[in-house]
């Protein structure tokens, strides 16, 4: 089993910044890759970025030259660096992990953490 515990979330206003943090813990070992999805009001939950342990990552189009993910293998830990926040971005962003090396599908949530850009 994986736990994961996200922080960071917050308030911000248009072309502000955010960071969400992810702290994993449990059985590392067999994660290949750790990302965040998103879920706004009334919307699917969407995959936003992912990066793999070697370090290759994905991005939404929506958020490329704004979003970085970043991860501390040693801390277990995985970030979402976001800039530029527009109100689109309002969501629950939820940090979750996969085994998969083929492709990123999770197999562990965190409770998520509400991201809330104001106009």
């Known amino acids: 089993q994986v736990q994961l515990v996200e922080s960071g979330g917050g308030l911000v206003q248009t072309g502000g910044s955010l960071t969400l943090s992810c702290a994993a813990s449990g059985s590392m070992f067999s994660i290949n890759a750790m990302g965040w999805y998103r879920q706004a009001p009334g919307k699917q939950r969407e995959l936003v970025a992912y990066i793999t342990i070697g370090g290759r990552t994905y991005y939404v189009e929506s958020v490329k030259d704004r979003f970085t993910i970043s991860r501390d293998n040693a801390k277990n830990t995985v970030y979402l660096q976001m800039n530029s926040l527009k109100p689109e971005d309002t969501a629950v962003y939820y940090c979750?992990?996969?085994?998969?090396?083929?492709?990123?599908?999770?197999?562990?949530w965190g409770q998520g953490t509400q991201v809330t850009v104001s106009s």
């Open positions: 979750n992990a996969g085994r998969r090396i083929t492709y990123y599908s999770p197999d562990y």
